[in-house]
């Protein structure tokens, strides 16, 4: 099979009913089969201009397969928009189906294998709105990361010159700013520059993770969808918009349960004929909203107060007894995940069942 980089989809054969695509910045390799599964197509773009031009004169009815890297969301939109198919597939998914090396070519027969298997679920193509808050958040998540990095690197210089800190941001602003005055914590001077370029930046990235989390604020309260998940407890802005920024399409899972193992908050299985193993969580999955489900179920239990009559918080409080505070943390992020399956394909906001005396007396005023 010859390549032709000048015009490849003018030798697309008819038979030819998907194509597989494996994107990179300038190279693209594309293979195409027919029904039986067989390759009887493949060339080489070297372009993307020349890209574009093949994707503009492809024969309608053809169905294009690309795995989730460089620019698939925008390639997926110009296909549809020209009236072609288009699906993402998980590049961790694509990856189980690759043999021999890893290489353009084998990565497009890999492309082609994946979207043959019915197990495989397609991932999302999003409009450029929901991009953008997706680029918010995975903003907001880098310089989350770089401050505590920051935070965590002045404690390590300060403890080699035997100044312990201790956890949090609070020990941040007490205690670099103590050191720096050198009154009775004395380092040597070029440390203190140091300490005082990272802490402004630690400083800076603060007010910069505040600025996002306003925008993430209005945002969700401008969102009816959004408002809606944060009836959930241990659900706010933050989670919600991120929530609607996957758009996970709920009707793509059979039940609640295949919606919370979506995101690995189940035991994972080490299982083999009769016997089932079930060990850890299994952390497949989008990491990022995970664990903001487990932080905002973690904030959820600080605030349970041990004397509530509420069903809610009496298993909640069950549960810290049972399996300590992390497990509690994670069964309740399991249960907000279930109640959010449900409210995505609904318009009703959740309420939480009353307490036995509550109800009593709603329905004794209902029957005055």
Same mark, same amino acid.
């Given at each position: ?37 067989? @390759? ?36 997926? $939109? ?15 998914? @694509? ?20 979207? /043959? ?12 709105? @929901? ?6 958040? $995975? ?34 602003? /007490? ?19 140091? =300490? ?11 007010? $910069?993770?505040?600025? =996002? ?18 009836? @959930? ?50 952390? $497949? ?15 959820? =239990?600080? /605030? ?65």
């Amino acid at each position: 099979m010859k390549e032709d980089t000048t015009n490849p989809s003018a030798t697309i054969p008819a038979a030819c009913t998907v194509i597989a695509v494996d994107l990179a910045k300038r190279v693209f390799q594309v293979a195409g089969e027919d029904a039986l599964a067989q @390759v009887i197509y493949e060339t080489r773009i070297k372009s993307r201009e020349a890209f574009k031009a093949f994707l503009s004169c492809l024969p309608a009815g053809i169905s294009v397969l690309m795995e989730t890297g460089p620019g698939a969301q925008a390639w997926a $939109r110009q296909l549809i928009e020209q009236g072609h198919q288009a699906r993402i597939l998980p590049a961790q998914r @694509v990856e189980e189906h690759r043999s021999g090396a890893k290489n353009d070519r084998n990565d497009t027969y890999a492309i082609l294998r994946a979207g /043959r298997d019915s197990k495989i679920l397609a991932v999302p193509i999003k409009s450029a709105q @929901v991009l953008a808050m997706q680029a918010l958040h $995975r903003v907001r998540q880098g310089y989350i990361r770089r401050r505590t990095a920051l935070a965590n690197q002045m404690r390590g210089l300060l403890l080699e010159h035997g100044i312990a800190l201790a956890q949090g941001d609070a020990a941040i602003k /007490r205690g670099v700013p103590k050191v720096l005055d050198g009154a009775s914590l004395p380092v040597p001077e070029l440390l203190s520059e140091l =300490l005082a370029e990272m802490l402004a930046e630690w400083e800076h990235l603060g007010v $910069r993770i505040q600025a =996002l989390a306003a925008k993430l604020q209005v945002s969700a309260g401008q969102d009816p969808k959004a408002r809606q998940l944060m009836t @959930v407890r241990g659900i706010g802005p933050t989670i919600a918009t991120a929530m609607l920024a996957k758009q996970v399409e709920p009707e793509r899972f059979k039940n609640a349960r295949q919606f919370a193992a979506y995101f690995g908050i189940v035991p994972d299985q080490h299982s083999s004929g009769p016997k089932i193993r079930l060990g850890k969580m299994s952390k $497949r999955g989008d990491g990022y909203i995970r664990g903001m489900m487990i932080e905002g179920a973690h904030a959820v =239990l600080t /605030r349970l107060s041990p004397d509530s009559s509420q069903p809610d918080d009496r298993r909640l409080l069950r549960w810290m007894q049972r399996h300590g505070r992390k497990g509690a943390a994670i069964r309740l992020a399991n249960r907000n995940l279930r109640i959010v399956w449900v409210l995505l394909q609904n318009d009703r906001n959740y309420c939480r069942q009353p307490s036995r005396s509550a109800q009593l007396a709603q329905e004794i005023g209902m029957h005055d």
